[in-house]
């Protein structure tokens, strides 16, 4: 049987049907999908696929599964996936590029992409006899993880900063019956704890360590490639927090390159906050030092000092002949206001991808006739307190609504 986990660090190969999500090394595991078909063929599939039932073969998700998890089986599944791409033409003149199109993953069912992730490694972990599922997180992976628990008819634990949750992700957590530890530290000790929690205790852990939650991932970029017929665009800009998407876009490009379902390589920008921007750093210093900060950012989501996945996101920055970007809270403000007025709305952790995507133009590393995809990775009602504005508290008089119509 061929081995389908294999250690990132120190090269151990576990075999098919292993349990284990971590490596005895301290190192990430990573899946290697063994397809029986290539190139136009499995593409065909993908396009077949594609017309069907969007809660069926026509998944976001699952329509990809020969590159996400071998064998078949029940799924955990919403469905997810089937976002859309946004082209509006005043975003793309505010970031200075002709072609932007913004895939909106807040579209997908607890409003983040993580869905994505979730439904494979929560298939995965029902597959091998889970019994209680735990995750660390800034806000969108708990809700992620309550609401397949919850269909998945286990407990789930999940362990967040405390305070620096959006409004929006830790109400979901509850709703959706997830017991909510919240843990006097930041992000990046909520994830130790996890780990080692989960490790002593026997817990499954549903964080991007988790080989399966990147596996999912990865079907941001392979549907963002099938919506445009497999004509890879020239950028893919992403936020980046703790890097499981920069090393889940790598990975993805690369398997659909050496899969040939696309024949040229789209370079990925990663960014990141000022203020949560080790990756930034690294990638400043040629890769050569892995930085650790104490991180704050209005972006709740990706404030984060000590990103877990480093090593593959790294790798990923480098195969794509990536790069690594930091903007301010007031860059992801002015971003956020932009992709809101446009009526289509995101968390202030998406809109990073815009304000990355302007300061790039502007320094002349994205050229204005590139082809860009922008990826919006939460939807706007996740963090309802980062509004623009507020109400005009008028009493019930067709006179106070004149007064306010002249001023608009
Ligand atoms: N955008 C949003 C809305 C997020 O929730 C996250 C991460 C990111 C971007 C960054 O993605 O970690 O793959 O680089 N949220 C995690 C969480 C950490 O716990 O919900 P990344």
Known sequence: MSPRLVCGTCGLRLPRGSLRLQCSCGGLLEAH????LRGVRLRAAFDRRREGDPAGEGSGVWRFRELLLPGRGPLVSHPEGNTNLYRRDAVARWAGVADLALKHEGENPTGSFKDRGMTVAVTQAVRAGATALACASTGNTSASLAAYAAQAGLPA?????RAKVAAGKLAQ???YGARVLEVRSDFDEC??????ASDELGLTLLNSVNPWRIEGQKTIVLELLQQRGWEPPDWIVVPAGNLGNTAAFGKALREARELGLISRLPRLAAIQAAGAAPFYHSFRAGFRRRFRVRAETIATAIRIGDPVSYE???RAIRQTRGVVAAVSDREILSAKAVVDGAGIGCEPASAASLAGLRQLVRRGIVGPRDSVVAVL??????????????PVVIAPRVSEVERVLKDL
């Not at 634990?157 to 900063?161: A, I």
């Not at 994830?191 to 080692?196: K, N, P, S, V, W």
């Open 33 to 36: 999908p063994a397809p029986s």
């Open 157 to 161: 634990l999940v362990f967040m900063p």
């Open 173 to 175: 957590a509850l709703c």
């Open 191 to 196: 994830l130790r704890l996890a780990r080692e």
């Open 312 to 314: 593959r996101a790294a």
């Open 377 to 390: 990775t939460g939807h706007l009602l996740k963090d309802p307190r980062v509004a623009r504005g507020a």
